[in-house]
């Protein structure tokens, strides 16, 4: 099964690829590695928008932390072709809208993690860091970049 | 015309390269790629401070904000002898010294981001994370990091 | 000598392999590039809680650096069999839990980068990002990812 049909059989679809929302582009490829820039919880009219935990709850913002993924893949797929391509997720930064007193930055990062996991197997575990920042672009409260791997 | 006097028909010209303030070095290569250290928006005397926008506003960081650039530029150059054999500005990572409640980070870091672009056309087009964090050292507005790829 | 008598001939000795609070793994090999998720200050029951400098000090805070160096390390070995075979520390981000006024993140992050050289030598010698954040996850004072060159 293709890493799409995958994404297909859990109910998901790739969004359109995000605009860059100033003077950066979505993904630099240096030989075998993507370094994917920040994805936003952003598909159209739906943005998951807010501080957690007092302006959204940590399973919005989990949810928050999926939409930042299935439009990265759509950056990945428009850069590589096929996610079929992808040979390894490296690591992933995930950065969460806090309030200074919340500390619950990876029960909502795992919204990407797992995500990752369910699509992509063994080549969709990578290493990650979760915090919390004062605030975020938009007021997203979630944001998210990749370094993956991809095939020749 | 070289990458220098790319610089110098801007107006611009490169600063000292900065002596880390603390136990670390400036850049370290690897293979291609240059990873280099969080640079901050000192030249000299020349210090921009303050959280945006309580103590300085979005103008003031973006110009932080290129200054970064330009004493990242000089420790490039520094590194591998001359900026004409940087091959692409691979990524950046973008950090203001943000109030909780400003979201403008983008227009922040794109003082960095169209800085790159003036300077190395496509070679400067780079993946980009822009958020905001709770402080920075010596309470600057900003600080950038960059991985870049260089010629063998 | 080894860089494991190294390392126990400044009194010190590697903690067990953390195991990762969430979906993710500690590190992710690329090419000979490790990128370990990142670290917290935690070793059985010790833990480098709080924010800087409000409910923990500068010192403890450095303390909290050095914990959070020495559990990477154990997942380096872990990884790759041998410290022996690092060739060089890339780059390291240190995250610290901040006051929003404080500013001597990298004071409090010299407590990792001086270790890494005191145990490596020239081959610790990196680069760096210290920065204040809202908050990290367990409240933890310090957070710390690495990107690391190893031998074939």
Redesign the interface.
Same mark, same amino acid.
Request: hydrophobic content about 40%; overall charge negative.
């Given at each position: 099964m293709s890493i799409l049909d995958q994404i297909h059989s859990l109910g998901l679809s790739l969004p359109a690829v995000p605009a860059?929302?100033?003077?950066? @582009?979505?993904?630099?490829r240096?030989?075998?590695?993507l370094? +994917?820039?920040?994805g936003l919880p952003i598909d159209g009219d739906t943005k998951v928008i807010g501080?957690v935990p007092s302006a959204i709850s940590v399973e919005q913002a989990k949810e928050g932390a999926r939409l930042c993924i299935l439009n990265r893949l759509a950056v990945i797929q428009d850069e590589i072709g096929s996610l079929d391509k992808v040979k &390894?997720?490296?690591? +992933?930064?995930g950065?969460v809208n806090?309030?200074?007193?919340?500390?619950?930055?990876? &029960?909502v990062?795992?919204g990407a993690?797992?995500l990752l996991?369910e699509i992509f197997g063994d080549k969709g575990?990578?290493?990650?860091?979760?915090?919390? @920042?004062?605030?975020?672009?938009?007021?997203v409260a979630v944001?998210i970049?990749l @370094?993956v791997?991809v095939e020749d």
């Open positions: 860059p929302i100033a003077a950066y @582009v979505n993904c630099v240096t030989g075998n590695l370094f +994917l820039s920040g501080k &390894q997720i490296v690591t +992933l930064n950065f806090s309030e200074p007193d919340f500390h619950g930055h990876p &029960q990062i795992n993690s797992e996991v575990k990578h290493s990650r860091t979760a915090l919390g @920042v004062a605030a975020l672009p938009l007021d944001e970049n @370094v791997e």
